[in-house]
């Protein structure tokens, strides 16, 4: 006996197969915020910083690294960045510090 998917069921599967939280899940790509209320951007190559700061960085679809404004939460040095799940990123720096965990969160409100 075969089953199949009637023609409704087999869309609501198409339609969320092609929804953008599906397609970012599995990447850094998108909003992060802390506990505190610090937020960064990460889309691509390109970084919003902390602090506002726009700057292009090392982007793997895991992870993203980039050089710190002084100032700014590692500031001077490297921050690493690496993907723990859909919605957790852990935060390295080589010096001063960074808030060490970022979960995903809506777009910044203007």
């Not at 998108?30 to 610090?38: I, K, V």
């Not at 700057?55 to 960045?81: C, I, K, N, Q, W």
Request: overall charge neutral; glycine content about 14%; hydrophobic content about 40%.
């Amino acid at each position: 006996m075969r089953h199949l998917l009637t023609p409704c069921a087999a869309l609501l599967l198409a339609v969320a197969a092609l929804m953008p939280n599906a397609a970012r899940a599995d990447s850094i790509d998108g909003n992060w915020c802390t506990d505190t209320g610090l937020r960064m951007t990460i889309q691509g190559p390109s970084l919003v910083s902390p602090g506002g700061a726009r700057m292009a960085g090392d982007y793997t679809r895991h992870g993203f690294s980039y050089t710190a404004p002084a100032g700014e939460p590692g500031g001077g040095g490297t921050v690493t960045l690496t993907l723990m799940g859909e919605n957790m990123v852990r935060a390295q720096a080589a010096s001063g510090s960074i808030e060490p965990t970022w979960r995903r969160c809506g777009p910044p409100v203007s």
